[in-house]
Nanobody, 115 residues
Framework: QVRLVESGGGLVQPGGSLRLSCEASVYIFSMDSMGWYRQAPGKERELVAEITPGGVTNYADSAKGRFTISRDANKYTIYLQMNSLKPDDTAVYYC?????????WGQGTQVTVSS
């Protein structure tokens, strides 16, 4: 069983930045991958970014050049640095972990981009 706890969401103006954090209950290098997904009202949940234990990253086209996924293995934590935020980035952001035993989700953190 893996527990994921997100933090760092909030209200930000267009063009602003936020950093999301996701703390896992187990060593993050034991996962096949970890990542961030988001779900806007009325839309399906979509991948934002993911990272493997080897450090390979994958970004949605909408995130490339603006968002950066990173990790701190000592803190069992991954991060999503989001810059140049747009109103279209407004969504609930979920931390995700894929393991041989299954896929796990955090409870989500709201990000709202509005002036």
């Amino acid at each position: 069983q893996v527990r994921l706890v997100e933090s760092g969401g909030g209200l930000v103006q267009p063009g602003g930045s936020l950093r999301l954090s996701c703390e896992a209950s187990v060593y993050i290098f034991s996962m096949d991958s970890m990542g961030w997904y988001r779900q806007a009202p009325g839309k399906e949940r979509e991948l934002v970014a993911e990272i493997t234990p080897g450090g390979v990253t994958n970004y949605a086209d909408s995130a490339k050049g603006r968002f950066t996924i990173s990790r701190d293995a000592n803190k069992y934590t991954i991060y999503l640095q989001m810059n140049s935020l747009k109103p279209d980035d407004t969504a609930v952001y979920y931390c995700n972990a894929k393991t041989l035993g299954g896929t796990y989700w955090g409870q989500g953190t709201q990000v709202t981009v509005s002036s």
